[in-house]
């Protein structure tokens, strides 16, 4: 999760976690995934979760935390994540006719990934 969070490297929906991670973990369960303790891994300094028990929940990892997950994360899987972040981006775009910059962000951010 650190690393898709790595990619995206903005605060996401939990679905676009949901759908970068489905190919690696087809367990997961959003939006249930939030751990009630700290563990060892994530902790609550790490990830900021806001509006966490609603759908339109949304997910980043602090600054320094990003920064090291990026660092860590090996240039192939990177590559692979940023495809999929693209086709999670393709997935939600709105077509035009576009009326606020809003509309457009999708796709700017597939293009972005891509």
Known sequence: MLEALAVYGRPVPVV??????QPACPVWTSPRWWPPEPT????HET???LRPDCPT???SLHPTDD?????NLPLEEAAR???RAAEYY???RVPRPWFRIRQVEPHLLEFEHG
Do not use: K, N
Not at 67 to 71: C, P, Q
């Open 16 to 21: 676009a976690l949901d759908f970068l991670l």
């Open 40 to 43: 060892h891994t994530i902790t």
């Open 47 to 49: 990830l900021s979760v």
């Open 57 to 59: 929940a949304a997910a």
């Open 67 to 71: 920064e090291v997950a990026t660092a």
């Open 81 to 83: 994540l940023h495809l």
């Open 90 to 92: 393709a997935a939600v």
